[in-house]
């Protein structure tokens, strides 16, 4: 599967933005997908998963109940809506995809063998 991640831009603290992760590829409805971000000078870290089939959901707590993924398994398309968005919040952020990760592993990125190319995130103060 190939992923592609756009949606990023410049936004001012307290805005919102929503990122797409657009995939080529058959069975994309089977993949979990991740979106993870990177910040300048530090390592790449968690952001939030949806499964596959159950559409299960995880956030890290620096994001949960400001940002929102979803979805659309017909427009093989993930969506991270980004609400009440914060300095730090600003990274670039990818998208990863994976059929075969086990449950307690999708927080990290060696669990992923598809990765989309990244869009920058900067919210000012």
């Known amino acids: 599967v190939q992923l592609q991640a756009s949606g990023g831009g410049l936004v001012q603290a307290g805005g919102s933005l929503r990122l797409s992760c657009a995939a080529s590829g058959r069975a994309f409805n089977t993949y979990t997908v991740t979106w993870f971000r990177q910040a300048p000078g530090k390592e790449r870290e968690f952001v939030a998963y949806i499964r596959g089939g159950s559409r299960n959901t995880n956030y890290a707590a620096s994001v949960k109940g400001r940002f929102i993924i979803s979805r659309d398994n017909v427009e093989n398309t993930v969506y991270l809506q980004m609400n009440s968005l914060k300095p730090e919040d600003t990274a670039v952020y990818y998208c990863?995809?994976?059929?075969?990760?086990?449950?307690?592993?999708?927080?990290?990125?060696?669990?992923?063998?598809?990765w989309g190319q990244g869009t920058l995130v900067t919210v000012s103060s």
């Open positions: 990863a995809a994976s059929r075969t990760a086990i449950l307690s592993s999708l927080p990290s990125t060696t669990a992923y063998n598809y």
